[in-house]
T-cell receptor, first 113, second 112 residues
Framework: DGGITQSPKYLFRKEGQNVTLSCEQN?????MYWYRQDPGQGLRLIYY???????QKGDIAEGYSVSREKKESFPLTVTSAQKNPTAFYLC????????????FGPGTRLTVT | KQEVTQIPAALSVPEGENLVLNCSFT??????LQWFRQDPGKGLTSLLL?????REQTSGRLNASLDKSSGRSTLYIAASQPGDSATYLC???????????FGKGITLSVRP
């Protein structure tokens, strides 16, 4: 069953701690993305990667970091430098072959107190 | 810079009504446009993808149209049901920088 998995579904952290959100895909897609969703703000792009060992900053990369060591995996670290980390985080990947269709994981809700 | 607008932000209709959700974008040089559905607390589910060379796509009770020259797309939902209640987002892909640009979505409520 092909798709994107994100874990955990809910994550709670204390302020000042770094936290890593997992994203795994078995769709054999090269491109992967991280978005943040806040009420009333829509989806905002944090980082994206078009190929292994390469990634680019999106619109709101400050306070976040990523790695892309394997095609299947694109973890996101929310650092203590992120001023307002509580949000719903969505991982996505994009197909190739002319259609360039984007697929999303189920999301991780991060709460920092 | 590409901007995508979806108006209104929320819509409430009685069950059985046919309805149209609108999406507009500022730069007509798009590669494709995608419509998504999002249920509360869930990820986005792709409903329909229209390539720039296409005028419409259909899936079941859903029909999406694209008018690139005017920068508009519509998602038509026939015979709406309470199960259609969700937020519907459109997004355009320009190919440049490999990014999608999303609208903020329309939250649809279908009343029994």
């Amino acid at each position: 069953d092909g798709g994107i998995t994100q874990s955990p579904k809910y994550l709670f952290r204390k302020e000042g701690q770094n936290v890593t959100l997992s994203c795994e895909q078995n769709l054999n897609h090269d491109a992967m993305y991280w978005y943040r969703q806040d009420p009333g703000q829509g989806l905002r792009l944090i980082y994206y990667s078009q190929i292994v060992n390469d990634f680019q900053k999106g619109d709101i990369a400050e306070g976040y970091s990523v790695s892309r060591e394997k095609k299947e995996s694109f973890p996101l670290t929310v650092t203590s430098a992120q001023k307002n980390p509580t949000a719903f985080y969505l991982c996505a990947s994009r197909s190739e072959g002319g259609f360039y269709e984007q697929y999303f994981g189920p999301g991780t809700r991060l709460t920092v107190t | 810079k590409q901007e995508v607008t979806q108006i209104p932000a929320a819509l409430s209709v009685p069950e059985g009504e046919n309805l149209v959700l609108n999406c507009s974008f500022t730069d007509s040089a798009i590669y494709n446009l995608q419509w998504f559905r999002q249920d509360p607390g869930k990820g986005l589910t792709s409903l329909l993808l229209i390539q720039s060379s296409q005028r419409e796509q259909t899936s079941g009770r859903l029909n999406a149209s694209l008018d690139k020259s005017s920068g508009r797309s519509t998602l038509y939902i026939a015979a709406s049901q309470p199960g259609d209640s969700a937020t519907y987002l459109c997004a355009v892909f320009t190919g440049a920088n490999s990014k999608l640009t999303f609208g903020k979505g329309i939250t649809l409520s279908v009343r029994p």
